[in-house]
């Protein structure tokens, strides 16, 4: 229950990078130096819980370039997003999360 309580708090604190220090994330966020929050969950539990509780699925997927992890999207109707990232631990780590995703090939097909 601790790994899942964890979970939900890092995706509700939008964009937070894992690691401890002043980084910037994906979303551009700069972080407070100190220990953040833990937001590595197993993959099941991760991607039951983007499931059950943002309505998300994933959309695609990659290698990461060390070949050490798996980087997944995953989308939610409302618009709503969460980047994790899969170690070969097994453990699912959220990157970034946000909302109001626009799918590009959706607003082509639209324009056309």
Do not use: R
């Not at 099941?44 to 370039?65: H, P, R, S, W």
Request: aromatic fraction near 4%; hydrophobic fraction near 45%.
């Amino acid at each position: 229950m601790k790994l899942l309580t964890a979970f939900i708090m890092a995706a509700a604190l939008i964009g937070l990078p894992l690691t401890a220090g002043a980084e910037e994330s994906v979303t551009g966020q700069l972080a407070q130096k100190g220990p953040q929050p833990n937001s590595c969950v197993p993959h099941k539990v991760a991607i039951d819980q983007l499931a059950k509780v943002f309505n998300e699925k994933v959309v695609g997927l990659g290698l990461a370039k060390n070949q050490q992890s798996v980087v997944e999207l995953y989308v939610g109707d409302n618009g709503s997003w969460t980047i994790l990232v899969t170690l070969t631990n097994g453990m699912s780590c959220i990157a970034a999360a946000g909302e109001n995703w626009t799918d590009t090939a959706e607003q082509v097909e639209l324009a056309s």
